[in-house]
DNA sequence: ATTATATGCAACTTTTCGGTTTCACAAATT
DNA sequence: AATTTGTGAAACCGAAAAGTTGCATATAAT
């Protein structure tokens, strides 16, 4: 099983959960209510958030409250670092670029 | 078919192909040379690449070289966003909870 | 003109994925 | 003690994905 964070989030429904339970902590239950699916396919969902640390766990009793292990979210940020510096040059370039024909211009 | 951008970056083969042609226009070919798989099997990558718009092709002769629609990269990033604010109010909260302990220090 | 090269596409196979159904178990409620 | 509630897990199913094989086409080289 691969299990890695861009596997995660590649689907939308799972998107939504991890929307939902980054803002508060949320039972199984609780969660599926917002959706279209079974109580059980949204535990499968968790499971798998589970596996790839993207989410944790506390237990309350009987309920166990989800919720969003946002450091983890940080390595996509960091996967996007290599082209948010590809922009950044693109864009200066472009700066350039366009001071150049101001120059021009005058 | 689903076909977004998540689901693009899902593969840690397209991960590759994506970071590889980010830095320069390369033909299938010269692609699937760096990788275990067949020509084919990173045709078809490139295929879904393109039908997210997340590839760009420019036909010279018989090789079609391939490049990184980067401004798509952004689609990510904005999602990221949401998150980003959770980091930074966290980040801040932190901040202040470290000042209110260095006070009462003195 | 013939051959080699670069590529896309379609058919087929195996694996993975998302969902449902069913069951088991533990905590809360009656 | 019996019942209800909250949950996870396994078995199964249909759909989609990823890869391979084979073929078609166009350009380049001989």
Redesign the pocket.
Known sequence: ??RDIF?AI??P??RAIIALIALQAM????IAENF??????V??????LTECELVK?EQ???????SLEIEKMKEVDQWLEQFRKIWETRFNQLDQLLSTIKKQKK
Chains 1, 2 share one sequence.
């Open positions: 099983m691969r596997q590649a689907d429904t799972r039972t199984p239950n609780a279209n699916t079974t109580r059980q396919a535990s499968k969902h968790l499971r798998i766990q309350k009793g009987r309920e166990i409250y989800y």
